[in-house]
């Protein structure tokens, strides 16, 4: 544990997973405190050794009044602080260190860790929505069918890093099975066999892969992207329209916006909330907690555009890689 302590100033928690994603931590609890520090903001840092650390630990912060918990690591680690944090006066913060860091991304933060550490430091908290499936905390997204399977798959690898996910999806592609589903909402129920049934309180999955490009997390709203079964080929289709935001032009893909919902299968199975494999059953209430987390974000994300948005995640990316190199070659 490392602290920095002066107790009239806020403070926050920096809550590292060492083995998230394939970036490197180093470095990362000292540019976090150096830079805090001079926004007078003390910096008390903790590892997680297994899982349930990152949850306690922020509960704990919390508890004492923090100004926010920070998960430098990926969507697991943003997972269960923001469990803690639900209906608390503790804000998150993400530096993401993840594989897909998929609400990192829907924030608009950028992957570059010095950067994402001065979103922190500005202090720009806003209210935002929370989701649940069967009182399970979800801020990005909850699948079934493909998905799910894929994240499974995905959490018996030993490697990570978008490459090995891809591999995961193509393997898993060539026997998935499509699967019955009612869903019960605002008064109406639809039956229909699926590909995929993704809940989404943020628009991606991570990556840049956008299942849900509408959907916000700050409407009180939880979008519901179904992709109806169809033909191989229709359904490959897909995943081009997932990387460029064209969902809403495809006709095999349906969304709904409600406040919540209720999902039934015949069997229970594989699941997936926000990224983590899990076994649930044949019925799974899904439900929007409007306004319940504080979180740290940029303030000035901008509308979602088909086409122009998801191009200009990719240059900003590439760009933030590009000068987090030079800036390493300097030191």
């Keep these: 544990m490392t602290y920095s302590s002066n107790s009239s100033r806020p403070r926050c928690l920096l809550v590292i997973n060492p083995i998230s994603g394939t970036q490197s931590k180093r470095g990362i609890s000292a540019k976090c405190m150096r830079k805090l520090n001079r926004e007078g903001?003390?910096?008390?840092?903790l590892y997680t050794e297994k899982g349930g650390d990152a949850r306690l630990f922020a509960k704990k912060a919390a508890a004492k009044g923090y100004l926010?918990?920070?998960?430098?690591?990926?969507d697991g680690t943003v997972n269960e602080i923001a469990t803690a944090l639900r209906g608390t006066a503790t804000a998150l913060g993400i530096i993401p260190l993840g594989s897909g860091n998929g609400l990192a991304r829907h924030l608009g933060l950028s992957m570059d860790a010095s950067e994402a550490i001065d979103v922190i430091a500005r202090r720009n908290i806003l209210a935002c929505d929370s989701c649940s499936v069967n009182d399970r905390t979800f801020v990005c997204t909850f699948g079934l069918g493909f998905d799910a399977a894929?994240?499974?798959k995905f959490s018996k690898s030993q490697h990570r890093g978008l490459l090995n996910y891809i591999k995961s999806a193509l393997l898993e592609y060539t026997r998935f099975q499509p699967t019955e589903y009612e869903i019960t909402a605002d008064g109406h129920t639809f039956r229909f066999k699926a590909f995929i049934v993704a809940a989404c309180n943020a628009?991606?999955?991570g990556n840049n892969i956008f299942i849900a490009p509408m959907a916000s997390i700050k409407d009180g709203l939880v979008d519901i992207t179904i992709i109806h079964a169809d033909t191989p080929l229709t359904q490959a289709r897909v995943g081009v329209e997932l990387v460029?935001?064209?969902?809403?032009?495809?006709?095999?893909?349906?969304?709904?916006?409600?406040?919540?919902?209720?999902?039934?299968r015949a069997e229970e199975g594989i699941a997936h909330i926000d990224g983590e494999p899990i076994m649930l059953g044949t019925e799974m209430n899904v439900r929007c907690n409007h306004g319940d987390l504080l979180m740290f974000t940029t303030g000035n994300k901008k509308p979602f555009r088909p086409l122009i948005t998801p191009i200009t995640y990719l240059n900003r990316e590439i760009g933030s890689r590009i000068a987090a190199l030079f800036r390493h070659k300097k030191s």
């Design 41 to 45: 903001i003390d910096v008390e840092v």
């Design 68 to 74: 926010g918990v920070i998960a430098a690591g990926g």
């Design 150 to 152: 894929v994240s499974e």
């Design 203 to 205: 628009s991606q999955y």
């Design 244 to 264: 460029t935001g064209l969902v809403k032009d495809n006709m095999i893909i349906q969304t709904l916006r409600v406040k919540e919902a209720v999902i039934r």
